[in-house]
């Protein structure tokens, strides 16, 4: 007991000379050890990546999960070491969703295939997306956490026991000037012709005490001193390893390129296939509706006048309408289009650059190729998705969402 209370009144008397030592410095009113200037450079890289690796890592949290919720639930887990529940992506839900509507309204139907297929779709999606985010967890986010959680707290506890180290040293240093300042005073000679000697016996005793306070002093600053320079050094060396720290945190940085641009590669090519489906799908459906709008009208409500056709389309460039012939099939009215009967408008065609390969899905369709430069044009009563492309001698119908129309 008595040892404990001996050391708890050194600890208290260190902390104190310690606070006196440090608000004298901010006052202005004492000398603080100065560290070199590659240490302070060190100081302040090792600062400058804790900062920006903090704010990396947060933002790359919101990135990869925008609900807040979610990243607090996470972090819950985390800290309490239990394993986070897995969660259904956005995209997997709506797939689900997709899918439930498709039985709902009929798989058979165009539009519940065009749900399943769109569902499909949503639901790789949401997997990539799945693998992306745990391919990123591992390779970026953990290792950003570790140099936080480990290196870090290692390097600011040194620090801390580094800023110690220097108070003590400045504290001995200031003891050491005041009592060589005061054996100074003390071993100022006496007046001899004075009549009283005790004045100088008095003076040599508190001379010969100065000079013991000195000794003391300077062993006290010999030991800080040195406790302070194998600190600095022990500083030094882990400051220095935030180079390592750097080159390990660029190495994840490219790891996590990597897998994010796997997975929008992924997203481009599923988007791509599902647009290639519907752009094959949707021509079937729009010409069965434009062949059931055909038969269900009678000849005579069509309208034969080009002034009503112009009425009724006002935006496209009007063509001859072909005469009902008993036993051959009018193509435009069908919505069957044969391009070797196609003749462009006399006005209204127009450049268009491909954005996209597109694979034509019949011989009414013309096949594309990315960057290659068609002409293209309208014709009554077509899908506005669709344009009449030329290329050459070869003619057909292409989807405008692979065009960039040009003026």
Not at 48 to 76: D, G, H, M, Y
Not at 162 to 185: G, H, I, Y
Not at 232 to 239: I, N, Y
């Amino acid at each position: 007991m008595e040892f404990n209370v001996k050391k708890l009144a050194s600890d208290a008397g260190v902390f104190f000379s310690r606070a006196m030592q440090f608000t004298e410095e901010k006052l202005g009113q004492a000398e603080k050890t100065e560290l070199d200037a590659h240490f302070e450079n060190l100081l302040a890289r090792a600062d400058c990546t804790k900062n920006w690796t903090e704010k990396i890592l947060r933002q790359t949290e919101v990135l990869l999960q925008p609900n807040p919720s979610a990243r607090v639930e996470e972090f819950l887990y985390e800290k309490l070491d239990r394993k986070v529940p897995s969660r259904v992506t956005n995209g997997e839900l709506l797939a689900q969703y997709m899918t439930e509507a498709a039985n709902d309204f009929g798989p058979g139907t165009p539009y519940g295939k065009t749900l399943i297929k769109v569902g499909e779709t949503q639901r790789r999606l949401g997997a990539a997306e799945r693998e992306f985010i745990h391919s990123a967890s591992i390779n970026f986010l953990t290792p950003l956490r570790n140099f936080l959680e480990g290196d870090w707290r290692t390097i600011s506890k040194e620090r801390r026991i580094l800023q110690n180290r220097r108070l003590d040293l400045d504290a001995c240093k200031a003891r050491l000037k005041k009592a060589k300042a005061a054996e100074a005073k003390a071993a100022a000679v006496p007046d001899f012709q004075e009549t009283r000697p005790r004045n100088y016996v008095l003076s040599a005793s508190a001379s010969a005490l100065w000079s013991d306070e000195v000794e003391k002093a300077e062993h006290e600053l010999r030991l800080t001193q040195t406790e302070f320079d194998r600190q600095a050094e022990v500083t030094r060396l882990l400051l220095e390893g935030i180079s390592s720290t750097h080159v390990n945190h660029l190495r994840c940085l490219h790891e996590f390129v990597e897998s994010q641009t796997n997975y929008y590669a992924q997203c481009y090519q599923f988007m791509l296939d599902l647009q290639k489906q519907l752009g094959s799908s949707k021509g079937e459906i729009f010409s069965g509706t434009f062949v059931g709008n055909a038969d269900s009208t009678s000849p005579a409500a069509a309208p034969s006048s080009p002034a009503v056709a112009a009425a009724t389309l006002p935006a496209v460039p009007t063509i001859p309408v072909v005469p009902t012939i008993v036993g051959v099939p009018n193509t435009v009215a069908e919505g069957v289009l044969n391009p070797n009967e196609v003749k462009p408008p006399a006005s209204g065609t127009r450049k268009a650059r491909v954005l996209y390969d597109y694979e034509a899905a019949d011989s009414t369709e013309l096949a594309l190729l990315a960057d290659e430069m068609i002409t293209v044009y309208s014709l009554p009563g077509m899908d506005p998705d669709w344009l009449i492309g030329e290329r050459g001698n070869q003619k057909g119908k292409v989807p405008v969402t692979y065009l960039e129309l040009l003026s």
